[in-house]
Every structure is written in structure tokens, then in C-alpha cells.
């Protein structure tokens, strides 16, 4: 089986000092790609900010024998997102892959999360996969190339305590991928996203510590380096992924009930049809999910 290879293309990998996104840039140097290490340097709760990390990541791809530049920039704000995809033209000429992946946690019961706590969260997360992608946009589809992956998670997409913040930003950033394939598809750009679980700083503190050893960023890293490759087809698609276990999650609508006259009696008295699960639909656009309540009518 051939090696799935980077050279000639130029990733941008988002909070790459630590963790996931440094194991995502290790590997796409590893394999050929140039890369921009982005990362603020901040603590877990997004304070603080260092150029350390992203310049150690960038020194280790370089003595592996890859290319690499450091890159410190804020990817929450629009001059920072900005700033990071000059940094990739202006050094390497193009952009092929935006790893979006940079993140912060300020964990809280939702009633006790303040308006600051919430909106910092969503910030990094889902602004600053806009605002990155957004500066990369125009690029791939000149050069009519380009991969684009989301940093989602478990917490986005079945909920978790404490965390309302975060798993607002988490869904938010389903709905982004799916868009992004769709609005993408004629210029070849794809875009998928991934719900991983991995040991990590953001982790290290729930996780039991028998996870360290199986749950490694480079069992990750195996998938987002598949997705982010030019021979992956698939597009507006998130998975979960950990442990050396990938799957795919879709969004599918029940078979559900329908009644002209729908009345909320109607509804009570067949709360068991509208909650059943199969056969399902995974609509991949709006259309094709407003075709099937179409069709239900005929
Ligand atoms: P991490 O804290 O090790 O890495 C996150 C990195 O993002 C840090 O290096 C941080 O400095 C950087 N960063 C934060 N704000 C930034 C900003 N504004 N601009 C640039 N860089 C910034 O944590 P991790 O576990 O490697 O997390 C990586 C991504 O994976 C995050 O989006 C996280 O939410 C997601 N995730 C992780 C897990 C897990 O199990 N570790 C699970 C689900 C989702």
C-alpha cells in the first residue's frame, strides 16, 4: 500500500504547540507537507500567550529533516487569522490544509457561567475555525484545492455537564464542516470534522490514568492525516475518533409521523412513531431533508 504523502503541499495547523495539533504538524512534516505551527501559547483557560510552544514544535519538524514556520498569532481575531494564512503565502506561496484545531476550556454549571466565560469559549473555537478557514477561502479556490478540517468533540455532539459553552462551539462547528463541503464542492475543497478523545493537557485531569498510553494524539492524528489528504473524497462528514477507534457520526432523521390536521393530541397520542429511530434518513444537505418531508406529503 502507498504512503500517503504531503510534498509540494502547505498545511496551516491551529494550536499545534501542545497536544493534538503539535502530533497533527509533526506528522504533516513528517510526510512531506510544509507547515505553519500556530499557536498563542496561552494556558488551557486561554490566558496568557507565549511564541515557546509553536517555536519548539516548528524546531523539532525541522531536525525530522520537514519545513516548518512559527506562528503566534491569535487565531480569534480577524487580524491574527488573517496574519497566519499571509505568513503560509508569503513563506511557502499557497495554502492546501487548514487544520483548525486550537482551543481553551472555562468549564462551568450552566448556571454559573458568566456571559465572558461563554463568549471566550465560542471565540477560539468557533470564530477562530471561521477566521482562519475564511483567510484560507480565497486561496483554495483559485488554486481550486483545499481541505479544511474542524476540531469538534463529543461534548458538541451528545452533550456533557459543565460544559454548555464548549459544546455549543463543538456543534457549531458540525454545522460549519457541512457548509463548507457544500459551498466548497466546486472548487475542490473539502471539509469534514473530527470528535476525538485523547490525552492531552486539556484531559489529563478527567481522564483515568490508564488512557495516557492507548489514548494517544497520534491515534488521532492517523485520521486527520487521512482527511486532509488529496486522495479523501468524503466531505461534510464528522467522526469520532480515539484509541486507535475511528467511526462515523451522521445526523439522521426517524421515519416520524405525519397527519394533515396535526393537532398536539395528535402528536402526544404518537410520541412513540415520532421518537422511533428507524428506518432512518441521513439527509447530507437541507434539500435532501426537506425532499424526504416532501415526498412523506405525496
Ligand atoms: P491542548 O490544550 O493541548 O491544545 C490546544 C492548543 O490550542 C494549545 O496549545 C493552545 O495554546 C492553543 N490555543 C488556544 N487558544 C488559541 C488561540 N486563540 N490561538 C491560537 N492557539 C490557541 O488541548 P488538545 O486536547 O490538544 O485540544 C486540541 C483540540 O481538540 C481542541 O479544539 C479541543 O477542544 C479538541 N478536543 C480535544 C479532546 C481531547 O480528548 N483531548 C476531546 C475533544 C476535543
Known amino acids: 500500500m502507498s504512503e500517503l504523502r504531503f510534498d509540494g503541499k502547505v498545511a496551516i495547523v491551529t494550536g499545534a504547540g501542545h497536544g493534538l495539533g503539535r502530533s497533527h504538524a509533526l506528522e504533516l512534516g513528517r510526510r512531506g507537507a510544509k507547515v505553519v505551527v500556530n499557536d498563542l501559547g496561552g494556558a488551557l483557560d486561554g490566558s496568557g500567550a507565549s511564541t515557546t510552544p509553536a517555536a519548539e514544535v516548528t524546531e523539532l519538524i525541522a531536525k525530522e529533516g520537514g519545513e516548518a514556520i512559527a506562528d503566534a498569532h491569535d487565531v480569534a481575531t480577524p487580524e491574527g487569522a488573517q496574519a497566519l494564512v499571509d505568513a503560509a503565502i508569503e513563506r511557502f506561496g499557497r495554502v492546501d490544509i487548514v487544520v483548525n484545531n486550537a482551543g ?23 470564530r477562530g475555525s471561521y477566521l482562519v478557514s475564511r483567510a484560507a477561502w480565497p486561496h483554495m479556490k483559485e488554486q481550486g484545492y483545499g481541505r479544511v478540517l474542524m476540531t469538534s468533540s463529543p461534548a458538541g455532539l451528545f452533550g456533557n455537564f459543565g460544559q454548555a459553552n464548549y459544546s455549543t462551539a463543538k456543534m457549531g462547528l458540525v454545522g460549519l464542516a457541512k457548509t463548507l463541503g457544500i459551498e466548497g464542492a466546486k472548487n475542490g475543497i473539502k471539509a469534514n470534522a473530527i470528535a476525538p478523545i485523547a490525552w492531552t493537557r486539556m484531559t489529563e485531569s478527567l481522564l483515568p490514568a490508564e488512557f495516557e498510553s492507548k489514548f494517544t494524539p497520534e491515534r488521532v492524528t492517523a485520521l486527520v492525516t487521512y482527511l486532509v489528504h488529496e486522495s479523501c473524497e468524503t466531505s461534510g462528514e464528522v467522526f469520532s475518533v480515539g484509541g486507535g477507534r475511528v467511526a462515523r457520526v451522521f445526523v439522521a432523521e426517524g421515519p416520524g409521523f405525519r397527519q394533515d390536521d396535526l393537532t398536539p393530541e395528535a402528536v402526544r397520542d404518537n410520541w412513540d412513531a415520532i421518537l422511533a429511530e428507524t428506518p432512518y434518513l441521513t439527509p447530507t444537505t437541507l434539500g435532501q431533508q426537506a425532499g424526504a418531508s416532501m415526498k412523506a406529503m405525496l
Open 104 to 126: 481553551i476550556l472555562r468549564d462551568k454549571s450552566f448556571g454559573k457561567m458568566s456571559v465572558e466565560e461563554f463568549d471566550a469559549v465560542l471565540a477560539v473555537h468557533v
